[in-house]
């Protein structure tokens, strides 16, 4: 599953494989996404309009999130 949604504060949330991702920063046409769990070392990559893809594994289960 893939989605990109608004927070709460109004900034791009990513819902991908049942974890959240805040946007972490944009260089040329890459997004950089990191885990909403600030503990989590948990990160994707957009390049473009490509769906994004998982670069660091998370160090939780999926629903601890929700």
Same mark, same amino acid.
């Given at each position: ?6 927070? +709460? *504060?109004?900034?791009? #949330? ?5 974890? *959240?991702? #805040? !946007?972490?920063?944009?260089?040329? #046409?890459?997004?950089?996404? +990191? @885990?909403?769990?600030?503990? @989590?070392?948990? *990160?994707?990559? !957009?390049?473009?309009?490509? %769906? %994004?893809?998982? +670069? ?9 999130? #929700?």
């Amino acid at each position: 599953m893939l989605s990109i949604v608004e927070s +709460k *504060r109004n900034k791009p #949330t990513l819902l991908l494989d049942a974890f *959240r991702y #805040t !946007q972490d920063k944009i260089f040329n #046409t890459a997004i950089y996404w +990191k @885990c909403e769990n600030r503990l @989590c070392p948990g *990160r994707a990559i !957009q390049y473009g309009s490509n %769906p %994004p893809s998982m +670069k660091k594994p998370h160090n939780h289960d999926a629903n601890e999130m #929700t």
